[in-house]
């Protein structure tokens, strides 16, 4: 096992006790101040309770009697599909692009999103329409009202629906992945030395 794994469990352990030692702290604290508990109140500090934890950890692991069956830990972890997979950057018909190749053609070619579950189940066709009209962008002006930035009040009617995950990134034209931006926003957006708004 490695050294991270093994941290994790023990972690996520101690995380679980200590967790169950607060509740029973505040509802100590709770019976004796009443409705306005906070965290003053508590009998124990965090480091006292982690400190407990810890012995209560040793205790119950002294607790288990032999063949007992273990918890499996739960790790979450994020990786890309290339991780499991490797990198896929091919055209439909096979021919394997390097993945700057289309770059130069994306503010004016369509793009198709096709998510695959497995090598021959598709999963999901993305919609290739670019710019969005009709009732999805009714559905964005309607829910946003306003442009998407902090600070700033320009209304629907004077606004662009713009993509919050980037069309030529793959985001959809679909109303999840819409907002109201003015003219302003939308561009400082798309200007490539500075951040985004
Ligand atoms: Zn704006």
Known sequence: MQRDDALAIVEQALKRIEHDLFDSDWAEAKARVGEGVCAHDLARSPAQRRADALV????????????????????????????????ICELADGT???????????????????VFESPDRVKNVGVRRRIFEGATRRAVEVRDRECFHEFCELTADDCEIDHVQPWAAGGLTVDDNGRVA????????????????
Do not use: I, K, Q
């Open 56 to 87: 209560e950890m040793a205790r119950r692991s002294g607790a288990v009697g032999a063949g007992a069956r273990y918890p499996e830990p739960l790790f979450t972890v994020f990786v890309g599909y290339e991780s499991f997979a490797g990198r």
């Open 96 to 114: 394997v692009l390097t993945p700057g190749a289309l770059v130069r053609w994306l503010s004016e070619a369509w793009v198709e999103r096709v």
């Open 182 to 197: 003015c003219g302003h926003h939308n561009r400082l957006r798309h200007r490539p030395d500075r951040p985004s708004p």
